[in-house]
């Protein structure tokens, strides 16, 4: 009795610890209200609007400027954009096979030579984009293919059953219907799948164009890969021509946490027809963001989805397009959120939410509810570097929300007085130790030692030259990593500047061929590439600057491998975590400051240099087969060279 009142009362102080430091911050929040209200009603402050509107709009030609990295990085954003210009030339119509190329594809004798059933609703198609379209289909270089066009155009377009008509009279493989009305996008995909007669059924949209050669890359696939889902890389285009990309869209392999947040698969989807067995193809409670629903429902059946990385779907950007315009079509905003919303709730999860993210409305930041409230162990090496230590632990106990965690600080060789005096201030807070690793420094090894003194369920891996930025940082990344499908959480690591330091892991990046940080060194405003700095996505590896992952699962990894004594340890631990089947996550919504290399100097010059070298040496003949095959979450066609996503030019 006497135990369960201690703990009864120890509860009743936390809560009410919390709701004084939410009380305080609610005052805090009031007090600058009124401040900002009493300012916009001075008079002063409404004359001079002009002069401000012009001061603020020079601040923020001065700060991108400043964001891009000032003069320098100006530069390299023109020199981003004239790589990227000589790298469009190697796609396109130069990319379309010439005709040896097309007689060796057209010749190829595959064991499987499936029917594919290209699926497209029409709807008051323009002439010119229905020829095109048309075109395309009947200029792949794989004959074994079925048009099925369903019409639901008015009567101020007959054209178009004039000329799909005179299409299907020419060629057997083509097949059309006039729909007795317009049934909207879901209603006329539906009708055109019920022509389909193939046993893999393929989405193309009435206004946009197909590579020669992408039903030849698409049945490569299924007959070496068995692939039941099938997507390749696309481009938005204008003018009419192909050659004039705005966007060239390079997309990862398969990955549900992208996905879910974004639909980046898009076109040009291609699937085994079994997978529709009990399900519909589009739902139009969904319309407007029906491709997304019915991705996300047939991924989850689907037992090998497959990606082609090249550039073989051009989607045209018209007025009125989705391409051109999100805005458009701005239902298709809610359908997506209820598509997500759809899968989630078929996945069991509860209690989420949905929202736009800064990069577009379509690109979404899913909120999870926390299942339990699991006990987690901060685990900070540290040797002397006090005011490092200090900042990184004064951040925590002033700014986390999250209040059943503890600090565990794993001492190792300190010979300053200071530091001792400063442990000796930590013994005043319950939730922090400090433990004491005897033995040369390894970083493998002391961080090992940690978690071994840990009592949480739940472990982060923290560098002591972190500060903590976000409140919620500790449950940013554990409503992911509770996961059981999860094995490491890793967070967006900002330099005081406010520069990228870390979002995310590629393995092969950089000039050790070993691993690198993406979008390194970008502005805190950046969207990353298509938008990939603001949503939680799936990566090969996290940095352990910050890294979360289950007790459990890293004492039955046997922790990080000490032969990487200072550098790769993280990248080997999250490896051998996808070897495991799990998948290890970024996310950009949990922020730290990362004053990177304070405790141990730069790699670049000297012993570490030295030291650098042989641990990448060991890395790369570990991980060789993992490296030639390139990172799953990296496309193929971006440059290994650069961390901001150029394109390779070949």
Request: proline share 2%; net charge neutral.
């Amino acid at each position: 009795m006497d135990n369960y009142k201690e703990l009864y009362e120890k509860e009743k102080a936390k809560n009410i610890e919390y709701i004084e430091k939410l009380a305080r911050l609610e005052e805090e929040k009031n007090m600058l209200a009124f401040r900002l209200d009493r300012i916009h009603n001075n008079p002063i402050w409404k004359v001079t609007r002009p002069v401000r509107d012009m001061m603020l709009k020079s601040s923020k030609l001065i700060r991108r400027i400043r964001n891009l990295g000032g003069p320098r990085g100006v530069m390299s954003k023109i020199l981003y954009k004239i790589r990227e210009a000589k790298a469009k030339k190697n796609y396109g119509t130069k990319s379309f096979p010439d005709a040896a190329r097309r007689k060796m594809e057209e010749n190829c004798e595959f064991k499987d030579r499936p029917l594919i059933s290209i699926l497209v609703p029409l709807y008051n198609t323009p002439k010119n984009f229905l020829k095109e379209m048309i075109d395309s289909v009947r200029w792949q270089t794989y004959d074994n293919w079925q048009l099925c066009l369903a019409d639901g155009s008015d009567e101020s377009h007959a054209y178009v059953e004039e000329y799909c008509l005179k299409e299907s009279e020419a060629d057997s493989r083509i097949t059309y219907k006039k729909l007795e009305r317009n049934e909207g996008i879901s209603g006329n995909t539906n009708r055109c799948f019920e022509l389909a007669k193939g046993e893999y059924i393929a989405l193309f949209d009435h206004d946009d164009i197909l590579h020669p050669s992408v039903l030849f890359e698409y049945v490569k696939v299924i007959n070496e890969k068995h692939a039941d889902y099938i997507y390749c890389d696309e481009t938005t285009f204008h003018k009419g021509s192909v050659d004039k990309m705005i966007t060239m869209h390079f997309k990862p392999d398969y990955a549900i946490d992208n996905l879910r947040a974004n639909n980046y698969i898009c076109h040009f989807s291609c699937f085994d027809r079994k997978l529709l067995e009990g399900e519909e193809l589009f739902r139009s409670k969904f319309d407007g963001s029906q491709d997304h629903d019915m991705i996300l429902r047939l991924t989850d059946k689907a037992k090998n989805i497959v990606h082609v990385p090249k550039l073989m779907y051009y989607w045209r950007s018209h007025a009125g397009s989705v391409a051109s315009d999100i805005n458009a079509k701005s239902y298709a905003i809610e359908a997506a959120k209820g598509a997500v919303a759809d899968h989630l709730t078929r996945h069991g999860y509860k209690n989420f939410s949905i929202e736009s993210t800064r990069a577009f409305e379509t690109i979404f930041r899913i909120k999870y509810e926390l299942m339990s409230h699991p006990r987690v162990s901060v685990i900070i090496p540290n040797r002397d570097h006090v005011e490092d230590l200090r900042r990184c632990i004064s951040s925590i106990l002033e700014k986390t929300t999250y209040d059943n965690y503890e600090i565990v600080v794993v001492e190792n060789n300190s010979v300053s007085v200071d530091i001792e005096d400063y442990y000796k201030e930590l013994k005043r807070y319950s939730n922090v130790r400090v433990v004491r690793y005897v033995g040369e420094f390894n970083y493998s090894r002391v961080n090992n030692y940690g978690v071994e003194c840990a009592d949480g369920q739940f472990i982060i891996l923290l560098n002591n030259d972190t500060e903590v930025i976000t409140v919620n940082w500790i449950e940013e990344m554990l409503m992911y990593c509770q996961r059981k499908d999860v094995g490491a959480v890793g967070v967006k690591l900002l330099y005081p500047d406010k520069t990228i330091q870390h979002a995310g892991v590629v393995i092969g990046l950089g000039a050790h061929r070993t691993a690198g940080h993406t979008h390194y060194g970008k502005s805190y405003e950046n969207l990353g590439y298509m938008g990939r700095l603001c949503y939680a996505q799936d990566v090969s590896a996290v940095t352990g600057a910050c890294l979360m992952v289950k007790k459990h699962t890293f004492v039955e990894m046997g922790g990080l491998d000490d032969h990487f004594a200072v550098s790769l340890n993280d990248v080997d631990f999250c490896l051998r975590l996808r070897k495991m089947g799990l998948l290890n996550v970024f996310t950009p919504f949990a922020e730290l400051y990362h004053y990177e290399s304070a405790s141990r100097g730069s790699d670049l010059n000297g012993e570490n240099a030295d030291r650098y070298n042989k641990e990448s040496e060991l890395f790369r003949e570990k991980w060789g087969e993992v490296l030639e095959k390139g990172d799953p979450y990296y496309n193929p066609n971006f440059s290994l060279d650069r961390s901001d996503y150029s394109v390779r030019i070949c």
